[in-house]
């Protein structure tokens, strides 16, 4: 196991529901904080005291309740870290008693507490990540240490008194022999200083770092599986962190952005242990604290993911070289488009990438850069990194050279167990309409001749709103949206270069936990799919090259 990666446990039973325990939780929050706020009824400080034993400052009350409905959140989230805070609470109830700061008759109601609390102590996997703790002690000392030099510099506070300063942080409203204002500051700072502890406690796990070149390796050799899918190859993006089954013969890709882990497409690998896989990457999210989530999950896998919420996003265009054929009213379009390119006295050819010079490489690199103009390279799920580095195994690049022998476009495909994907597609923008189309004939021809059983082109976002022709009201503005956002997102376009094709398509879906997740899952979703794709340092050798590619 790499340093700093989680653990992956066995799958265990769902445990009961803790809600109970974290409405219980939420109740006393608001017990404690509702009557310290002016207008509250008084009959609700009786109640409070059923909780508190003693009366609090105010600005305590409401920092401890804050700091509990925090608390009642991480016990919906089953974090062990809000487990312990329940009981440090307690304990310092029983304490309180014990030492005559409050009534006798607390005692059987706080030991029956902390009773049930040791009782459901094994329903908080999440444990705290240790750089969670460190950030957190790190913190609460450094809040220390600058409320007692703040004090004795500017609070009027003598050597003495320093002890009284950490009361102070507490709210407690203890007396300071210092200025009129530092109570109020101490106990803000101290409020402030509270929730920040609180919720660093019960975040989730920091991201993994991502799969060194040993794991990379192992991955590769299962993207050349034969029952790995098309979007399998983009499992060997050099940013991902992996997840295996217990037996090693399959593997999710993943990374972890705002708390959510992104699964991109299906585990790669034996069909039949890509059930364990998921199952395994579900098991690292319950004790990370993670929200799993999938982009670009297949139909026939989505019982795999348990009750889980799916949205179908698109689909995945795919052309079948043993069905395709230039033939036919119905390619007229794309025969058209080849013959154009022909009679400007384009030709091309098809090469390993790791093939190319490196003055080709250069000569193509130019062409991408004038393709993006300047833009960053972005994508997720069917986008590698490393273009033209040869880094990854078995890719492919189709090449377009006008008639003084210069590249003026190229594509790059990787391979997979099922066929060959459609990674990039890049074209100079003065060379001649049509060199896309003809790329991609070639390829299908390609793949024909070397036993490739499937090509996988672009992806059809929103296909079922733009292939559908009766379209009800919100449907009509759906449409309208995508058609006049297309100059800058390209899915309307996108779809009808593909539906040139007659292709097949295969949904794609995306999977998450819950509702409530939508938030940050859509934050991450945009920000892994538009984002600026973080490079990688180079490495230090390509990766060994699976033994099913280039039809070997």
């Known amino acids: ?66 700091a509990l409905a925090l608390v009642a959140r991480g016990v919906l989230l089953l974090r062990r870290a809000a487990w312990y805070g329940l009981v440090v609470l307690v304990a310092l109830g029983l304490l309180a008693v014990v030492t005559g700061e409050d009534p006798l008759w607390r005692l059987p109601i706080l030991g029956a507490v902390l009773g049930g609390l040791w009782l459901e102590r094994d329903r908080f996997p999440v444990r705290p990540h240790p750089e969670r703790v460190r950030t957190a002690v790190k913190t609460g000392a450094l809040l220390v240490v600058a409320a007692i030099v703040g004090s004795l510099l500017f609070g009027g506070v003598s050597v003495r008194s320093v002890g009284a300063v950490a009361a102070g942080l507490g709210s407690t409203g203890a007396p300071l022999d210092g200025a009129s204002w530092l109570s109020g500051a101490l106990g803000v700072a101290g409020a402030a200083g509270l ?43 050099r940013d991902k962190a992996y997840v295996f089954s217990a037996d090693g013969r399959a593997a999710i890709g993943y990374r972890v952005l705002f708390g959510v882990a992104v ?109 993006l103009d300047g833009a960053a390279e972005r994508g997720f799920s069917m986008n590698l990194d490393e273009l033209l580095t040869g880094y990854h195994p078995g890719a492919i690049v189709a090449i377009a050279y006008d008639e003084d022998k210069e590249p003026i476009a190229f594509q790059r495909y990787v391979t997979a ?82 539906k040139k094709f007659r292709p097949s398509y295969k949904p794609r879906n995306v999977v998450f936990r819950s509702w409530s997740d939508i938030a940050p899952l859509a934050a991450a979703l945009l920000t892994l799919e538009f984002g600026r794709t973080r490079p990688a340092l180079p490495a230090a050798e390509p990766l060994t090259e699976p033994v099913h590619h280039l039809g070997r």
């Open 263 to 371: 699964a991109g497409g299906d585990p790669v690998g034996d069909p039949a242990s890509r059930t364990d896989a998921v199952r395994a990457f579900l098991a690292m999210c319950r004790t990370t604290g993670w929200r799993p989530a999938v982009l670009g999950a297949s139909e026939e896998l989505l019982p795999a993911w348990g009750p889980c919420r799916t949205i179908g996003f698109g689909d995945e265009v795919i052309v079948r070289p043993g069905e395709f054929a230039l033939s036919g009213r119905r390619m007229r379009n794309v025969r058209q488009a080849v013959k154009r390119t022909e009679n400007a006295g384009v030709t091309s050819r098809i090469v390993p990438e790791r093939e190319l010079t490196p003055a080709l490489r250069e000569q193509l690199l130019d062409v991408a850069s004038r393709s």
């Open 1 to 66: 196991m790499q340093p700093g990666k989680p653990a992956v446990p066995p799958p265990a039973r769902p445990a009961p529901p803790v809600r109970p325990l974290a409405l219980a939780t939420a109740l006393v929050a608001v017990l404690i904080a509702v009557p310290a706020l002016s207008g509250s009824p008084h009959w609700l400080g009786g109640a409070s005291r059923l909780v508190t034993g003693s009366p609090l400052a105010p600005a305590h009350a409401i920092a401890l309740g804050l």
């Open 417 to 498: 167990g099922q066929g060959v994907s459609l990674d990039a597609m890049r074209r100079s923008p003065g060379g001649p309409n049509g060199v896309n189309e003809r790329l991609i004939v070639e390829m299908i021809e390609y793949a024909a001749e070397h036993g490739h059983g499937a090509v996988s082109l672009n992806f059809a976002a929103f296909r079922g709103l733009l292939d559908n022709d009766e379209r009800g009201l919100l449907e009509k503005a759906g449409y309208q949206a995508l058609h006049l956002l297309d100059p800058w997102i390209a899915v309307e376009s996108l779809y009808l270069f593909n």
């Open 195 to 237: 929730l920040v502890l609180v919720t660093t406690l019960l975040a989730p796990d920091p991201a993994p770092p991502p799969g060194d070149e040993p794991e990379r390796r192992r991955v590769a050799g299962l993207v050349a599986h034969p029952g790995s899918d098309t979007l399998a190859p983009f499992a060997l993006r």
